[in-house]
């Protein structure tokens, strides 16, 4: 049985999240239980949202650096717009998604429109969004409303509204990349923009979307994150971005686009939530070394991936 070249990254994702867990799981009383793994899946759930949001835009070969800033600007905003001016929390979620779904599809607009490098154009929204989430406020605001309470509370079976979210949010993203024209247009565009043009695929279009889509999964991890905590902070986020391009990446999608797994990025967010929670259940070790070892891997990942590209040129 052989195994497509494109295929390896996800099943070398697949491979480490097994060992990582049936090592950890080996090693640590109590890490082998269903209580872990629900906290597993809820403590990273905004992460994965954003992070879905961030496979379509590296599979089309852009980058979207303002996902952990939308996040802060999110949750201040549902905050300040419930706590502040006693609006519905269903009506300040439904705003903030459409506020930060338009920013992304601005972004889009800047990028494939006016042809801006992705980088700038992220990096100056991240700034720009991250300023306007300290302009509501710069302090943390605790939302009180009794509808948080009672969507909190509830729970699908044994999973919690925040797991529930995030398992649909993967099965929309499935769908999504491999199962509609905009997803074989979002590889297509990754894999060879002039290639796709010229098999007539909308190009700016495909771009834009993204975008808009990054936009709207970024905010869907802000809506999370305040269910999580129960307020609105500007800085909630804050580097956030980097680890959605780590889970992408380790997930097995290629940084120059055009191949790629939405339930690899799964997979690669649940990775780094491992580690964390190691990290955690050791109890000896500074949190720092869950960066030290996401860079170890990452940078695994990404010389796997350039043994691949090679093999695939020569071939």
């Not at 872990?36 to 403590?43: A, E, K, P, Q, T």
């Not at 305040?226 to 971005?241: Q, R």
Request: with cysteine.
């Amino acid at each position: 049985m052989t195994v497509s070249r494109n295929k390896i990254p996800l099943l070398a994702t697949a491979v480490v999240f097994l060992l990582l867990y049936l090592v950890a799981s080996v090693h640590y009383r109590g890490f082998f239980t269903w209580q872990v793994f629900i906290n597993l899946l809820r403590d990273n759930s905004f992460l994965g949202m954003a992070a879905f949001g961030m496979t379509f835009v590296i599979l089309s070969g852009g980058i979207d650096l303002s996902v952990g800033a939308r996040i802060g600007f999110t949750g201040i905003l549902i905050a300040w717009l419930t706590q502040e001016h006693q609006i519905h929390p269903v009506f300040s979620i439904l705003i903030a998604l459409m506020v930060g779904t338009l920013l992304g599809y601005c972004m889009g607009v800047l990028i494939a429109v006016f042809e801006r490098p992705a980088f700038l154009v992220t990096l100056a929204g991240m700034f720009l969004i991250r300023g306007l989430a300290f302009v509501i406020s710069p302090q943390t605001i605790g939302i009180t409303h009794p509808a948080f309470n009672a969507v909190e509370q509830w729970s699908y079976g044994i999973f919690p509204v925040t797991i529930v979210v995030l398992m649909a949010g993967l099965c929309i993203a499935v769908y999504l990349a491999h199962y509609t024209r905009f997803g074989r247009a979002a590889y297509a565009v990754g894999g060879s923009e002039s290639s796709a043009l010229l098999m007539g695929v909308a190009v700016r279009r495909t771009k834009i979307g993204v975008y808009a889509l990054s936009g709207f999964t970024a905010s869907v991890a802000g809506v999370l994150y305040t269910f999580y905590t129960f307020s609105g902070n500007a800085n909630a986020g804050t580097m956030l971005e980097l680890d959605a391009i780590a889970a992408v990446v380790i997930g097995g999608t290629l940084l120059s686009g055009g191949v790629g797994n939405v339930f690899g990025t799964f997979l690669g967010v649940l990775i780094l939530g491992i580690i964390q929670t190691i990290i955690t259940f050791q109890g000896t070790l500074s949190s720092w070394w869950t960066k030290i070892v996401i860079g170890g891997l990452l940078l695994v990942f990404i010389l796997l991936q350039r043994f691949i590209q090679i093999r695939v040129g020569k071939s």
